[in-house]
C-alpha cells in the first residue's frame, strides 16, 4: 500500500547549524516528492519539490534529496534559524491529484 | 489577503449533531481538495474535485460526511450525525491545473477548521 513516513518525530538543532530531516516512503510508482513546513495554527505550506528522475533539488536553504534506491528523501536546510520552528512533512504523489502525507518531524531551534 | 480561507476556524459540537465547514480556495485555482488532520499526524486526504466535480473519495469519507463544490468555486464540507472520533483540524487546500497536467505541484492550504466532538 502507499505510506510515507519519517525517521525521526522530533528534531533539535542550534541557531546557525544545517538541519536534516529525513522521511522514507514505500511506493515506488510515486513521481513527486514534497516537502511542507506547518507552523501551530497554521495549515502546511509548500517547501520544495523533487521529481523522481532527479536525485537533488535546491531552493532558498533549502535542499531536497532523493535516492530512490533506498526510497529515501531529504529536506537539509541551511544556516537554521529560529522561524525555522515547525513540523515538516515529507509528501509523495504519484503523479495525479492525490498527495500523500507522512507524520511529520517536529524541528526545534535552540537560540 | 487572498489565499486560502476556510470559515469557521473553530467549531465545538455535541455528538449527533451536523455541522458545516465553508473554504473559499484561490480564486483562479481549478482543484479543491479536504483533508484531515488529527494531532501529531499529517494531513490525511478525505475529497477532491476539479471544477465543480468531485472526482474521488477516501475510504475515509463515510456516509456521513459530504462534500460540495456546486459552482466550481466555494466548497462545503457536511459531517452529519458527528462522533467523537470526527473531532479533528479539517484543512481545505486548493491548486491550478492547466489544460492535461495532472500533477500540480504546490498545494496552498487554509488554516483549517478545528472541529471538536464532545
Known amino acids: 500500500g502507499e505510506s510515507v513516513g519519517l525517521h525521526l518525530p522530533t528534531l533539535s538543532v542550534q541557531e546557525g547549524d544545517n538541519s536534516i530531516i529525513n522521511c522514507a516512503y514505500s511506493?515506488?510508482?510515486?513521481?513527486?516528492f514534497i516537502w511542507y513546513k506547518q507552523e501551530s495554527g497554521k495549515g502546511p505550506q509548500f517547501i520544495i519539490d523533487i521529481r523522481s528522475n532527479m536525485d537533488k533539488r535546491q531552493g532558498q536553504r533549502v535542499t531536497v534529496l532523493l535516492n530512490k534506491t533506498v526510497k529515501h528523501l531529504s529536506l537539509q536546510i541551511a544556516a537554521t534559524q529560529p522561524g525555522d520552528s515547525a513540523v515538516y512533512f515529507c509528501a509523495e504523489n504519484t503523479g495525479g491529484f492525490k498527495t500523500i502525507f507522512g507524520a511529520g518531524t517536529r524541528l526545534f531551534v535552540k537560540a | 489577503d487572498t489565499g486560502v480561507s476556510q470559515d469557521p476556524r473553530h467549531k465545538i459540537t455535541k455528538r449527533g449533531q451536523n455541522v458545516t465547514f465553508r473554504c473559499d480556495p484561490i480564486s483562479e485555482h481549478n482543484r479543491l481538495y479536504w483533508y484531515r488532520q488529527t494531532l501529531g499526524q499529517g494531513p490525511e486526504f478525505l475529497t477532491y474535485?476539479?471544477?465543480?466535480?468531485?472526482?474521488?473519495k477516501s475510504r475515509l469519507l463515510s456516509d456521513r460526511f459530504s462534500a460540495e463544490r456546486p459552482k466550481g468555486s466555494f466548497s462545503t464540507l457536511e459531517i452529519q450525525r458527528t462522533e467523537q472520533g470526527d473531532s479533528a483540524m479539517y484543512l481545505c487546500a486548493s491548486s491550478l491545473a492547466r489544460t492535461g497536467e495532472k500533477f500540480t505541484g504546490e498545494l496552498f492550504f487554509g488554516e483549517g477548521s478545528r472541529l471538536t466532538v464532545l
Open positions: 474535485f476539479q471544477n465543480e466535480a468531485q472526482l474521488e
Open positions: 511506493n515506488s510508482a510515486s513521481d513527486y
